[in-house]
């Protein structure tokens, strides 16, 4: 069986270049036209290893991409991204000039096969993208922002939920990309989310980084 990343918000491949040696195949997904027509240049020559999708992952039929004209890192479907940030005031974005298609992780998965791995850095939108998963139990990461407490104690609870059933929770702080949590750094959804309140502080708008999910 083949083993396949869903990279979700691929920017030009960072996660990818890290970690395509563990994959038979990777599914770059990101909702910046610009980033994948980059990404489909790059990896041309393994074009059967190395699939661009230009969607927004969603748990909308339809939404607005707001895509930065400061830093190609930070472009976002969340609204709250753009308004309340870390990078609010110090950075512009500007609504995508083309309309970009939702597609939901289920529908992802419906159309590539069970992942064995999926790693979501949608900035400030992973909420909406988890909500977009009902089927497979596949390893995940998913991006935080302590600004943005709220919606990642959301993700964690929705994950821990009936049908997706998560059980095991670590928390990594900042971007390495072939970062593994520690077996003994997994704890539940509860003392996980005990943990975040007592150690994020959303007014500070500085603390971010990975968590990882397991079943």
């Not at 850095?121 to 139990?137: A, C, H, I, K, P």
């Not at 998913?142 to 059980?167: G, H, I, K, M, N």
Request: hydrophobic share 40%; with cysteine.
């Amino acid at each position: 069986m083949q083993r396949i990343l869903f990279d979700i918000g691929a920017n030009t491949g960072q996660y990818t270049d890290a970690n395509a040696d563990k994959y038979d195949q990777v599914i770059l997904v990101d909702a910046n036209p610009a980033l994948c027509e980059v990404l489909r240049k790059k990896y041309q020559s393994q074009k059967s290893k190395y699939i661009v999708e230009n969607v927004l992952v969603s748990n909308e039929t339809s939404a607005t991409f707001y895509v930065s004209s400061t830093a190609d890192t930070i472009s976002t479907a969340a609204v709250r991204w753009v308004t309340d940030s870390r990078f609010t005031g110090s950075q512009k974005w500007v609504p995508s000039a083309q309309p970009i298609p939702c597609m939901s992780l289920d529908a992802l998965i419906a159309k590539y096969g069970i992942p064995a791995y999926i790693k979501i850095d949608v900035e400030g939108y992973e909420y909406n993208v988890l909500r977009s998963l009902t089927v497979g139990g596949a390893p995940l990461a998913f991006e935080w922002a302590e600004e943005l407490l709220d919606e990642v104690v959301l993700s964690v609870q929705y994950l821990a939920e009936v049908p997706l059933r998560y059980t095991r929770f670590a928390v990594q702080m900042e971007d390495a990309y072939r970062h593994e949590p520690d077996p003994k750094a997994y704890m539940n959804a509860v003392e996980l989310i005990t943990y975040l309140q007592k150690t994020l502080r959303p007014a500070r708008k500085s603390l971010w980084g990975m968590i990882h999910c397991r079943g």
